[in-house]
């Protein structure tokens, strides 16, 4: 018996795909779909491209303003937040070249104090625009030129009046006077005091400030070459008398000046490595070295060696012009003693607030 066929099979198949209905997919069209439908699980979410973020920079405008006309000078503009007075004084002098930033001084305030060049300019921007005042300072010289200045004339003056030249002294008179040995060792002491004066300059001292007026290194250049000058043609002269207690006097003098000489060194070299912790400098304590210990007792013992080494020189050479400079040194040192004092009561309280300027227990 033959099996019939059903003669609508094909057609039926052929009416599914022209209506469009899905003809089964082969063995490997079915694995290539499979690697696709991998590689895009494999890859993640396409993530959008980001956004350019365009930053707005603040620029400020600085108005530079004459201090006695309060007419404007010039505007100083485009000047960044980073910006420190500084940067504003060398852009000044690009617009105005006669004034160097070392003679400009810039105040936020007509009578206010001089701002410090490593102030930023934002921390004194209220808006965009700024006014500052200007003072031409005058010429201005760096700190290590005024010193090396200020001790070199006194260490060669004294040397020619030792020597005693025959335009100072009369050379008759010289050659019959013999020097008393107290002429060589207070010829040793000065030149000594001088000389470590320069080596600190050099090698120990540490200036904030890059400048000060040529007025004051003038002022001070006529103060110590003048009174050098007075000292060394006292105690050089042909006619000079020793001592009244001879030997001893001296020698416990002489002793005292080399010991507040090295005191004077040890001292600055502390206060030159003062410790920090953490961003706040700590007051120089006393170390194993002895001549530190006087920090116990006063906050600035650099001053009380000065004042001691020019009284053991008045003492030692017993000359009027020396006993009159010594005056006046303890006088200055006193001076700078107590406004430095201040200073560290502000900042160093618990370390200073027991002890004296300069002199133990005293002052």
Not at 199 to 219: A, Q, R, Y
Not at 221 to 233: E, P
Not at 248 to 253: H, P, W
């Amino acid at each position: 018996m033959l099996k019939r066929q059903n003669p609508g099979a094909p057609e039926h198949r052929r009416d599914l795909t022209a209506d469009g209905g899905a003809l089964p997919m082969s063995h490997n069209d079915s694995r290539s779909f499979f690697n696709l439908s991998q590689l895009v699980l494999s890859a993640g979410q396409i993530k959008p491209s980001p956004a350019l973020k365009h930053s707005k920079v603040t620029y400020f405008e600085v108005e530079i303003v004459d201090v006695q006309s309060k007419k404007q000078i010039c505007i100083v503009d485009k000047v960044p937040p980073a910006s420190t007075v500084l940067d504003v004084k060398h852009k000044f002098h690009k617009a105005c070249p006669q004034w160097y930033p070392s003679r400009v001084g810039l105040q936020l305030e007509r009578n206010g104090p001089f701002l410090k060049d490593s102030i930023s300019i934002q921390s004194l921007a209220v808006s965009s625009i700024i006014t500052l005042y200007f003072t031409d300072l005058g010429q201005q010289v760096g700190w290590t030129t005024f010193f090396l200045t200020e001790y070199t004339g006194p260490l060669l003056i004294y040397l020619l009046f030792y020597i005693r030249l025959s335009t100072i002294y009369d050379q008759v008179e010289s050659r019959k006077n013999f020097r008393h040995p107290v002429v060589h060792l207070a010829c040793f002491c000065h030149c000594l005091h001088y000389i470590r004066h320069l080596l600190e300059t050099l090698f120990v001292h540490k200036f904030s400030e890059g400048h000060t007026p040529l007025k004051n290194m003038i002022k001070g250049c006529a103060f110590y070459w003048g009174f050098t000058s007075w000292i060394a043609y006292y105690v050089n002269h042909p006619r000079y008398t020793p001592p009244s207690f001879g030997h001893k006097q001296v020698s416990y003098a002489a002793l005292a000046f080399l010991m507040c000489e090295a005191g004077n060194h040890f001292i600055n070299v502390a206060l030159a490595h003062q410790t920090n912790e953490g961003n706040r400098t700590c007051f120089p304590s006393p170390t194993y070295n002895p001549f530190t210990w006087l920090f116990l007792l006063v906050s600035c013992p650099n001053y009380t060696y000065e004042a001691g080494s020019w009284i053991s020189f008045t003492v030692m050479t017993q000359t009027l012009p020396v006993g009159i400079f010594a005056f006046l040194m303890v006088i200055q040192m006193s001076l700078w003693a107590q406004k430095k004092h201040k200073l560290y009561l502000k900042r160093f309280y618990p370390e200073v607030r027991r002890k004296a300027a300069m002199i133990p227990i005293i002052f």
